[in-house]
């Protein structure tokens, strides 16, 4: 709301702090909007920082189908994003201690399985960014 200006005057450091505080209490949603926040910044440390509280759970999840079959799809949308996001940060060694391609694509092809239309999107998007700079 505070983002937006809903209801409110709008205030992007009101809004940050509630995100953070909600990211902290573990809402995926949270977590996923501090990862993409952070990636967009160009603070690729602490975008990987929330993008692992989000990945981690699946990466320990013995059956990863039966878990995204039971999630609402903004969840599983959530969880592909701060997948993708974290194999970028991966793949061009930012954020994290050093480039790791093998690890990149381990996360790249689980956010596939995970919502194959989310990071198609995300992909998309990024292509257009690369062309534009």
């Given at each position: 709301?505070?983002?937006?200006?809903?209801?409110?005057?709008?205030?992007?450091?009101?809004?940050?702090?509630?995100?953070?505080?909600?990211?902290?209490?573990?809402?995926?949603?949270?977590?996923?909007?501090?990862?993409?926040?952070?990636?967009?910044?160009?603070?690729?440390?602490?975008?990987?920082?929330?993008?692992?509280?989000?990945?981690?759970?699946?990466?320990?999840?013995?059956?990863?189908?039966?878990?995204?079959?039971?999630?609402?799809?903004?969840?599983?949308?959530?969880?592909?994003?701060?997948?993708?996001?974290?194999?970028?940060?991966?793949?061009?060694?930012t954020g994290v201690p050093s480039?790791?391609?093998?690890?990149?694509?381990?996360?790249?092809?689980?956010?596939?399985?995970?919502?194959?239309?989310?990071?198609?999107?995300?992909?998309?998007?990024?292509?257009?960014?690369?062309?534009?700079?």
């Open positions: 709301m505070h983002q937006a200006g809903q209801g409110c005057r709008q205030d992007d450091r009101t809004a940050l702090d509630f995100l953070k505080k909600a990211a902290a209490a573990g809402h995926d949603m949270a977590e996923t909007a501090l990862c993409v926040h952070y990636y967009r910044m160009r603070l690729f440390h602490k975008a990987v920082q929330w993008a692992r509280r989000v990945v981690q759970p699946l990466l320990d999840c013995p059956d990863l189908q039966a878990m995204i079959a039971a999630q609402s799809p903004d969840i599983t949308k959530a969880q592909a994003t701060c997948c993708w996001h974290l194999s970028r940060c991966c793949a061009n060694g480039k790791d391609t093998a690890e990149a694509q381990r996360l790249f092809s689980l956010a596939l399985r995970i919502d194959e239309q989310t990071v198609a999107a995300l992909e998309k998007t990024a292509v257009q960014a690369e062309r534009q700079s």
